[in-house]
């Protein structure tokens, strides 16, 4: 990879200044100095120092964000998207986005550069747990319980859902415990049933629970310890 790239996503500075400070000497790659911030390096092999600090790579980037109503769950688009907002520092990082949220969903979403923890979390395979908190137009009938456990009939994909777990909180409220990814998936079971879903918030992603101090919008990397969740 380039160093300057290297160098960048560690947050020392910014791609522009790097080439700036390595012209005036301030790269060193494996005890030479170098002058062309361009310059490919093997950031498991080669010694790199900037401005007399040892650049330590960083692999991967892992965040945990509570996303906010009225943004995308995207990488790209015209209107605003998660990444819209990243602060600058993460903006370097090839970032993406697991489990995608409909635009009024709020909750937690996890981005990341680790294209094997992506796929891990989003395959349907994996069978991991994506637990919502949802509220309804109408009270929850009892008999949805079993109706999800049976496996809800979702007519707009002709297919019967996987079944899912209900827990009625309040007679407007109710954990949702499902294991696919499908498109407006909690919105769908209780649209099957006659009901509908007003506010819908993702509180966890198997066991990763959405951090409760994280504002809407807020977001934070991942702990060492969330990450073994994972594995
Ligand atoms: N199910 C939905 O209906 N919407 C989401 O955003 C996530 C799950």
């Known amino acids: ?22 012209k005036k000497g301030a ?10 911030s361009s310059t490919k390096v093997d950031p498991y092999v080669d010694e790199v120092y900037y401005m007399g600090h040892f650049v330590e790579y960083i692999e991967n980037i892992h965040l945990m964000m509570n996303k906010p109503a ?17 602060d600058d520092f993460y903006l370097d990082y090839d970032l993406s986005i697991t489990g995608r949220l409909d635009k009024d969903t709020t909750g937690l979403l ?4 680790d294209g ?7 395959s349907p395979n994996s069978n991991i747990t994506k637990t919502y908190e949802a509220i309804t137009r109408d009270p929850i009938d009892k008999s949805f319980i079993e109706e999800f456990k049976n ?28 294991t696919e990814g499908k498109f407006h998936l909690v ?12 506010s ?8 990763l629970k959405l951090d409760p101090y994280l504002g809407e919008g807020d977001y934070r990397e991942l702990t060492e310890a969330e990450l073994e969740l994972f594995s």
């Open 1 to 22: 990879m380039r160093v300057d790239k290297m160098i960048g996503n560690t947050g020392l500075d910014t791609r522009k200044n790097i080439k700036r400070n390595a």
């Open 27 to 36: 790269l060193v790659i494996n005890g030479n100095i170098v002058k062309d």
């Open 70 to 86: 009225g943004v995308l769950s995207a990488t790209k688009d015209e209107e605003e998207t998660v990444i819209d907002l990243l």
């Open 110 to 113: 996890i981005l990341s550069t």
């Open 116 to 122: 094997k923890l992506i796929h891990k979390i989003t």
């Open 151 to 178: 496996g809800v009939y979702i007519k707009e994909d002709d297919y019967t859902a996987r079944p899912a777990d209900l827990e009625i909180l309040e007679p407007n409220k109710a954990l949702v415990k499902v």
């Open 187 to 198: 919105k769908r079971l209780f649209s099957n049933l006659g009901n509908e879903v007003t």
């Open 200 to 207: 819908l918030k993702r509180i966890a992603i198997g066991d």
